[in-house]
């Protein structure tokens, strides 16, 4: 039985290490394999990453729920082991919902998000009886109130940004007038607004905006109740960058100003969006390098690339994969790619060279990573990339002959015995998983698939 899984697998292999096994090994493995056939990436997952960041969540945030932000990570496998770890999820289309039901969640554990809706996934939540809508202008009410006339709303708040790049973004949410307006709107259309929502960015996290937030959060309860509204909903939003020291900083704001303006007492329902927090250091991506390019350094005219004696070279480098593909968030937004690791043994005298890292396509905006420092690498070497799990698994590639890179799943056995403490058992809940034992060789020239016990 192999390790691998896609994104399209209804059952999954995971590797069970022992304790004294890196996941460095199995990295090693699958490159070893991969080298003997068609060098595709690929992902190792460590679930036990997903599971500890969990625990971390229970101890710092006792107070709010979890709800995952599928369109982070759409794994099948991610999605499944949060399911059974008892969070909520939020989804953004037709296919997320369905992917989520696949495994049984509650519609009540179920919202869907984003400000501009489809009418048909409004409808698709009303049949299927997804009671959780986020709104955050009149539009979008109304459609709610024509599609949807159970949906319980929550009224999204615009939130304060302090860095560059939020500020140039689209705004969404609403200030505390339009807030007033917009309820009174849904009380002639006959919605239920249930509750409040706000989104804190992770750069933008200090105590007053957070107080702020929460402040305002208050008001507009004050208003929802005043017009006869059972508001009993708080979404404090994303904003968890996967960081045990924010979520620790952020518990610590965040505790004192719920209990003052949401005491416990209330029976008020606190949710949060996390995403990458529980996803994006539990996936590593393996690339391989298909083509390299040597060009002087002053490259403006690429057309006169020739080096002189005295020139250090300046080298571009093409990988398996791209912005296009796993590395999409590169299109989505600014966030920067992190520094690679050379998988290949580099000695610390060997000289290091500016770099540039771009996808297959050879297209202008295919640049993953416009400047760093390694050393110089051919043909056929490998590049790992950590912390890749954050809205990579949901890429579409445009190059019908490209598939998704696989994902070897893999959790240690002392992590996998952690699971029984939040009630999982492989016969009774995870039943789209096999537990494969791990039987990798230190010399990987030896290195043998994995077979079931």
């Given amino acids: 039985m192999t390790m691998k899984g896609t994104l399209n697998d209804v059952h999954h292999c995971v590797e ?36 500890w960041q969990q625990v971390r969540w229970r101890a710092k945030m006792e107070r709010v729920r979890p709800f995952y932000t599928v369109r982070c990570n759409s794994s099948p496998v991610v999605i499944e082991l949060l399911a059974d770890l008892g969070t909520g999820f939020v989804c953004s289309s037709k296919n997320e919902l369905d992917l989520v039901k696949g495994f049984g969640v509650p519609s009540q554990d179920i919202m869907l998000g984003g400000m501009c809706k489809q009418l048909a996934h409004i409808k698709y939540a009303a049949k299927h009886n997804i009671p959780l809508l986020v709104c955050d202008n009149e539009a979008e009410l109304r459609k709610i109130a024509r599609c949807h006339p159970k949906a319980k709303v929550i009224l999204q708040l615009m939130s304060d940004s302090c860095c560059e790049r939020e500020k140039t973004a689209l705004v969404f949410g609403l200030t505390l007038k339009d807030c007033r307006r917009l309820l009174e709107n849904a009380k002639e259309l006959n919605l239920n607004i249930a509750g409040v929502k706000f989104n804190v960015p992770s750069c933008c996290q200090d105590a007053e905006a957070l107080c702020r937030a929460v402040s305002e959060a208050r008001c507009v309860f004050d208003m929802g109740e005043e017009l006869g ?11 968890f960058d996967g960081s045990e020291a924010q979520l620790e900083k952020v518990s610590a704001t965040l505790r004192p100003m719920l209990d003052m303006y949401f005491p416990p007492s209330t029976s008020l329902s606190i949710i949060a969006e996390p995403g990458s927090y ?14 390299k390019k040597s060009l002087g350094r002053d490259f403006s005219d690429q057309a006169h690339n020739t080096l002189s004696a005295n020139d250090e070279p300046e080298f571009l480098y093409y990988m398996n994969d791209g912005v296009y593909g ?23 005298e060997e000289p290091l060279f500016s770099s540039s890292l771009w996808g297959p396509s050879k297209d202008d905006l ?3 990573l416009e400047r760093c420092l390694l050393p110089e690498l051919n043909v056929g070497d490998w590049l790992l990339f950590s912390s890749a799990g954050d809205n990579s698994l949901r890429a579409t590639f445009t190059n019908a002959d490209e598939l998704e890179p696989p994902v070897f799943y893999t959790i240690t056995e002392y992590d996998w015995k952690e699971i029984d403490k939040f009630g999982i058992t492989l016969d009774r809940r995870i039943k789209n998983f096999s537990l494969v034992p791990c039987c990798l060789q230190s010399n990987m020239s030896e290195a043998s698939v994995s077979t079931p016990a």
């Fill in 229 to 239: 509204f059972e508001m009993n909903i708080l979404d404090i939003g994303g904003g």
């Fill in 326 to 348: 796993s590395f999409t968030n590169k299109l989505l937004c600014e966030d920067s790619v992190s520094m690679p690791l050379v998988h290949k043994e580099v000695t610390a």
């Fill in 16 to 51: 069970v290490l022992k304790d004294t096994t890196a996941l460095r090994d199995v990295i090693d493995k699958n490159i070893h394999d991969q080298t003997l056939a068609q060098k595709s990436a690929f992902y190792v997952a460590d679930l036990g990453v997903i599971l």
């Fill in 278 to 291: 529980y996803v994006s250091s539990a996936f590593t991506l393996a690339v391989n390098i298909i083509d």
């Fill in 366 to 368: 295919d640049q993953v």
